[in-house]
Every structure is written in structure tokens, then in C-alpha cells.
């Protein structure tokens, strides 16, 4: 699924590799489970038309098991 831009409607390219010296990782704990964090690796997607810049994971399946 390509991702468009939110702000011009623009393809958006993707894949777009983000570095920080301290490393950037999202993560979700687990309800009261430390073990059970999930971590996933950050990529970028950047509007080529007006530079506006999506970050996202492709690594979402463990976020999504609880909404609370
Ligand atoms: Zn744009």
C-alpha cells in the first residue's frame, strides 16, 4: 500500500532509513508484562513535493493485539 502525502496528496517515498545516535525504537509494553514489549525498527517515508515526513514501521503486528 503506498502511502500519500497527508498534506498535498503526493506519492511519498518510502523506506527512507532514520538515524539517531541514540538509536530510535517504538515500543509497547505489554499490560503490566515487561516481557512482553514489542520493539520495532523506524523507517521514514518522505513527500517529495512539499518535504512533509511520515514515520512508520513495518513491524506493527505486535501493536495492534490490544487497543487499551
Ligand atoms: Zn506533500
Given at each position: 500500500m503506498?502511502k500519500?502525502?497527508?498534506q498535498?496528496q503526493s ?5 527512507c532509513k ?5 538509536g530510535?525504537?517504538i515500543?509497547k ?20 513535493s512539499c ?5 512508520y514501521t513495518d513491524?506493527y503486528?505486535g501493536?495492534t493485539?490490544?487497543?487499551?
Amino acid at each position: 500500500m503506498k502511502k500519500i502525502c497527508n498534506q498535498c496528496q503526493s506519492e511519498m517515498i518510502e523506506d527512507c532509513k532514520v538515524e539517531s545516535f541514540g538509536g530510535v525504537t517504538i515500543s509497547k509494553k505489554g499490560k503490566g508484562v515487561i516481557f512482553n514489549t514489542e520493539y520495532a525498527t523506524v523507517k521514514a517515508a518522505v513527500c517529495p513535493s512539499c518535504g512533509c515526513i511520515v514515520l512508520y514501521t513495518d513491524k506493527y503486528v505486535g501493536f495492534t493485539k490490544s487497543l487499551s
